[in-house]
């Protein structure tokens, strides 16, 4: 009994030594345990640290994030703006190629222009150089000629002069004195004579010669002026020098009444009406289609062909022209 007693004492200790060791080894498991959860707790705190920096730097990036999605989308719109003003660019580009090239042949084709033009300007100054000299000689071959006309109508003009004082023995009183035609009706004489540059005029009583000076140099036609009167004589010659119708015009002092008619194609007359009807049998001696033209006075017992009034601003008067064609148509008695 006894052994059994100490083996079941031997035992209980045995469990509550084994129990003891067993709670040794736990609360040691425990404080391992419970570092473990510490250092688990210092870690947690550690990676909660870390979340939270990740968190902050990811925010951070999201808002980068945001503002670049933001400028990318607006310089994708702006790309997408200049990416059609670029295509717009190279479209005007091309359009200003294609008007250069166009602007570099015509501009080719001016210059080839201009170099022709420059040289058929230059030949045409040329040319018109050669031409003013040509003038220079015709004008002083003119100048010349004009001296020389100048000097044989003044010769001409001296030796009427001259026959003027040799022909003064037979001069007499005139039939009428002088009395000039006014200008607007010696042209209207003219015109009802038409006169052609062929026609020989006589004027028959010339005055101071304007009849036959203004046949002359209106109508290019020959004129001889005859007057009784010394003084008119000279009046009429000088008017010649004057007009330059020399080679043209004549002047001889004459009575009219021994003339012979019969060379003249027009008659001019400014006399008086009997001296008109005096002048028929020499008038009736005239070519046929011979003109007669009187100023203001008629011829009795001949019928005109015309009569016209007209009306001078020198004098305010009415002046009437008679105009007769030969053969005279004599008016029955
Ligand atoms: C009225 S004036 C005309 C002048 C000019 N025929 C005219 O119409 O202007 C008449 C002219 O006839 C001239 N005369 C007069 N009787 C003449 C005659 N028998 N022979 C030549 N001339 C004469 C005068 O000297 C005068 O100059």
Known sequence: MNGRKVTLKFMVLLVCLLTLVGCKNAAEERDKAVAEAEKAKAELAKVKAIIEEIRSERDELKETLDTISENWEKASS??????QAHDDLLVQVKELTKERDSAIVQAKD???QVERLGKQLKE???????????????????????????KVDNQWTEQSAEEVS??????????????????????????????????????????DGRIVVTAAKRYGCKAIGYDIDPQRVK???????????????????????TLDLSKANVITLYLLPGLNVELIPQLEKLKPGSRIVSHDFGMEGISPDKAVKIT????DDEH??????????????
């Open 124 to 150: 045409k100054t040329e040319e018109l150089r050669a031409y003013e000299e040509w003038v220079k000689e015709l004008q002083a071959t003119i100048k010349g000629l004009e001296g020389q006309v100048e």
């Open 235 to 257: 009046e009429s010659l000088e008017n010649v020098r004057k007009n330059a119708v020399g080679h043209l015009v004549r002047i001889e002092q004459k009575d009219i009444f």
């Open 320 to 333: 009437e022209i008679y105009l007769w064609t030969s053969p005279l148509k004599k008016i029955p008695d």
């Open 312 to 315: 001078s601003n020198e004098d």
């Open 110 to 112: 001016a210059k080839a």
């Open 166 to 207: 040799e022909q003064s023995d037979d001069t007499r009183e005139p039939d009428v004195h002088f009395v000039p035609t006014p200008q607007v009706v010696v042209d209207k004489m003219l015109e009802l004579a038409k006169i052609k540059k062929t026609d020989l005029v006589y004027d028959l009583g010339c005055g």
């Open 78 to 83: 702006e790309l997408v703006v200049f990416t």
